[in-house]
T-cell receptor, first 115, second 115 residues
């Protein structure tokens, strides 16, 4: 069965430092991969996606992610963290071989940016 | 584009009662999805529609749950004979797949508390 894993429940980064939020997936075939961010009392907001093509994708608010097929990873990155980046981040995958209409989410990583 | 809206935002009900939630997708989106999110977990897929047709249902969706999208626009999710285990955030999302745009846009959710 397809799955998405976020190995870190919590990530703390000092403001201005680079940040990485990790995501790995398990499936045969080529997944569609997404990152979403969730602020308190608000819905999930779409950040970026990998469908095909260039392995480095850029998204909203200065975030980017790199698709690595050999490591089955899709880590979220930002060169310089802001306090306003503090939120709950979810990685999600849609898997065409199994019907990509539904997204399978990781358990989330709480990112805290320390001023 | 006013985004995905959900009503009510909060619902408190007693065990055994029926509840109904409404989702209004982004107007031109033909796909509509329901997910459930419990504390500390990522959203879990429940069901999805393409226009008015319900194309897939998760095993999580017991026979107490029913979803409709009668005219291919808004959707309702009904839970009959609610149980305490139904307490969760119910999220609705919509999309218009094609030309590389596979991301789903989420509403703010309806938080259900069953007492």
């Amino acid at each position: 069965a397809q799955s998405v894993a976020q190995p870190e429940d919590q990530v703390n980064v000092a403001e201005g430092n680079p940040l990485t939020v990790k995501c790995t997936y398990s499936v045969s075939g080529n997944p569609y991969l997404f990152w979403y961010v969730q602020y308190p009392n608000r819905g999930l907001q779409f950040l970026l996606k990998y469908i095909t093509g260039d392995n480095l994708v850029k998204g909203s608010y200065g975030f980017e992610a790199e698709f690595n097929k050999s490591q089955t990873s899709f880590h979220l990155k930002k060169p310089s963290a802001l306090v306003s980046d503090s939120a709950l981040y979810f990685c999600a995958g849609g898997f065409p071989n199994f019907g990509n209409e539904k997204l399978t989410f990781g358990t989330g990583t709480r990112l805290t940016i320390i001023p | 584009d006013t985004g995905v809206s959900q009503n009510p935002r909060h619902k408190i009900t007693k065990r055994g009662q029926n509840v109904t939630f409404r989702c209004d997708p982004i107007s031109e989106h033909n796909r509509l999805y329901w997910y459930r999110q419990t504390l500390g977990q990522g959203p879990e897929f429940l069901t999805y529609f393409q226009n008015e047709a319900q194309l897939e249902k998760s095993r999580l969706l017991s026979d107490r749950f029913s979803a409709e999208r009668p005219k291919g626009s808004f959707s309702t999710l009904e839970i009959q004979r609610t149980e305490q285990g139904d307490s969760a955030m119910y999220l609705c999302a919509s999309s218009l797949p094609g030309q590389g745009t596979y991301e789903q846009y989420f509403g703010p959710g309806t938080r259900l508390t069953v007492t």
